[in-house]
């Protein structure tokens, strides 16, 4: 109802792809683009407006955020970019003490998705073969010392076709 009064049409929820409305008056508003997304979108003839899919990339890279943590002298202790399993061994073997947490994250993976957890200064086998699959499919993996976390947030971009990323939001994380 509140929506019928501020002026609004109530949402039209739809369960199968056939009812979807076609056409270009429909924009496709994704929470993030990928290329499948936006062939669907155009199959279906929708407005598009997705960023060049390198942008997409470069923005959801973990290598770059570490990289601009690390320029704007932020990057955490003991955190690094590896590209090895050979630098991996050497790393945590150098830089983690007993019985300490740490977090090994794939490039582009999401929120707590590809990622592996370790603890002290020795990779077991099996952490061994999950760093071998993702060092050969990408430009390498993020690693971080685990922290205890004090709190965290999202931050919402919006990434034009043109012009400068624009920061519409950010919201605690309440659980």
């Not at 039209?12 to 994704?30: C, M, T």
């Not at 407006?49 to 690390?70: C, G, H, K, Y």
């Not at 690094?80 to 993976?109: D, T």
Request: glycine share 8%; proline share 7%; hydrophobic share 40%.
């Amino acid at each position: 109802r509140d929506l019928i009064n501020l002026g609004y049409r109530l949402p039209r929820f739809i369960s199968r792809e056939p009812d979807l409305p076609h056409g270009e008056n429909w924009e496709l508003v994704p929470w993030g683009w990928t290329t499948d997304l936006w062939k669907w979108g155009q199959r279906h003839r929708w407005t598009c407006p997705a960023p060049p899919n390198e942008f997409v990339q470069q923005v959801n890279s973990r290598i770059f955020r570490w990289q601009l943590e690390d320029e704007l002298e932020v990057a955490l202790p003991g955190s690094a970019v590896l590209r090895s399993v050979s630098e991996l061994m050497s790393h945590v073997g150098k830089s983690v003490i007993a019985n300490s947490g740490w977090v090994l994250k794939a490039n582009l993976g999401m929120a707590g998705r590809e990622r592996l957890l370790g603890s002290g200064p020795i990779i077991t086998e099996s952490a061994l073969n999950w760093a071998r699959k993702r060092f050969a499919n990408s430009a390498g993996l993020v690693f971080e010392p685990w922290v205890d976390r004090v709190s965290e947030a999202g931050l919402q971009w919006n990434i034009p076709t043109s012009g400068d990323p624009e920061l519409l939001g950010i919201t605690p994380l309440f659980t």
